[in-house]
RNA sequence: CGCGGGAUAGAGCAGUUGGCAGCUCGCCAGGCCCAUAACCUGGAGGUCGUCGGUUCGAGUCCGACUCCCGCAA
């Protein structure tokens, strides 16, 4: 064990995909110390409408860097190329890729993956979704060393923010994914320095989340209106929330839990209007509609959606 | 060439078989009331996305283009 600080440059490789995991590869590359030799993406897919083929974010900045992309569809053919690239180090952000054991097993500091929850709550792809929809007071981001099944790995540092009533996946997908660029140089120079004792998590307080489909986004307005509010606001701006209305399509965008006070005889999932506001009927409470989007057209508020569909008052969402 | 909707007043929308450009909200001026996200009266605000075609006449029919959006990924 030694006592002086290593600053040997450390080789690393880079895993992301989404806008998430910028932050982090921009501080990587920001930082003498640390050498990025490869980026690994996804393939880019069809995406959009038209169907175009389109780059990840983080192919993107890979390339304004100069930074060898590579995008195999399988890492087990990789292993190879890995070695030969013989990283000190490989940092995992939101890749959406599980990677095999001897890659596990190449670098020497191991490969270090920042997580969007605080472990073991929420293992899995909907860490940054499942909070918010559970009404949870706090969430962040989990730095670990990654191990053989999914998001179990010891802890490195947790780093922790405050959820209150108004936070929505927006807010919280861009302070975690800002927060991780900046904790994330300290934690490694820790790390590899050797200044760190991991901790191992308690596998009886873990929780796993699903990929999340399209269809969790549909609005069951016999819940409660705290429990629709939530939904909303974790799966905001993606993958959103909708309903229905005569068979079109309308994405609620923002909402907010209407006061106690308000006790009409109103049917579940019926429009009415409350105070000026576009407000439903829930299962319990109800439920101000702030903004919503309808098929063809652009997100509006709620007031202006009125001046053109009156109609809808009195009608019931499904 | 993945499927589909749309562009009309500041905002949201309607506009039938081509025939004077409309509605709700907002805005401006005035009025009313103890009072209101209330009501009354008056007013301003449009080259109907762009270009071309058909027609006596096009928001409306035909063709091309630009931009926006839903699905799907």
Known sequence: MSKVTNNKIINVVF????EFAIPGLKALIA????????????VDKPRGRGKKLSASPVKI??????????????????????AKINPDLIVVIAYGKILPREILELPRYACINVHGSLLPLYRGSACLNAPIINGDKKTGISIMKINESMDTGPILKQFEIELNSNSNLEYVHNTLSKLSGQVLIPTLNDWIDGKLEIMYQDNDKASYVKMLKKEDGK????KKAITIDRLIRGLNPWPGTFTHINNKLIKIITAQVAPNSINKNHKVG???LESGHLTVKCGQGNLFILKLQIEGGKIMSSSDFISGHSDIIGQILK
């Open 15 to 18: 895993m992301g995909t989404p």
């Open 31 to 42: 930082n003498s110390r640390y050498n990025v030799k490869a980026v690994y993406t996804k």
């Open 61 to 82: 900045l890979a390339q304004e860097h100069n930074i060898p992309v590579y995008q195999p569809n399988s890492l087990k053919t990789e292993i190879h190329n890995i």
């Open 219 to 222: 609005i069951d307005w016999q």
């Open 270 to 272: 019926e429009v009415f």
